[in-house]
């Protein structure tokens, strides 16, 4: 059964940064395409960052140079690396694999001063 579970989230400042875990079980992350999508308050779901399966990595304009996306093979995790974080990138933060199309439940991202 797969499962995913996002950690990391919280109040970050203004230019400062955060780390977001996505715990797999189920499946193997360095096999799968991965994404991490973002929801603000009344907007729609997008996505920030992907990994393929091949390791290539795709990033939304809004985080690049910004934000990394990457996993880890040993504990099957996928993470994103957040620095100089802006206040429009708080957000609900979920990982969400291309097969399947599995959800985790998300973790929220607050930047403020």
């Known amino acids: 059964q797969v499962r995913l579970v996002e950690t990391g989230g919280g109040l970050a400042q203004p230019g400062g940064s955060l780390r977001l875990s996505c715990a797999a079980s189920?499946?193997?992350?360095?096999?799968?395409?991965m994404i991490w999508y973002r929801q603000a308050p009344g907007k729609a779901r997008e996505p920030v960052a992907t990994?393929?399966?091949?390791?290539?990595?795709i990033y939304a304009d809004s985080v690049k140079d910004r934000f990394t996306i990457s996993r880890d093979n040993a504990t099957n995790t996928m993470y994103l690396q957040m620095h100089s974080l802006r206040p429009d990138d708080t957000a609900f933060y979920y990982c969400y694999t291309v097969v399947g199309g599995h959800w985790g439940q998300g973790t929220q991202v607050t930047v403020s001063s």
């Open positions: 990994v393929m399966y091949n390791g290539r990595t």
């Open positions: 189920g499946f193997t992350v360095s096999t799968e395409t």
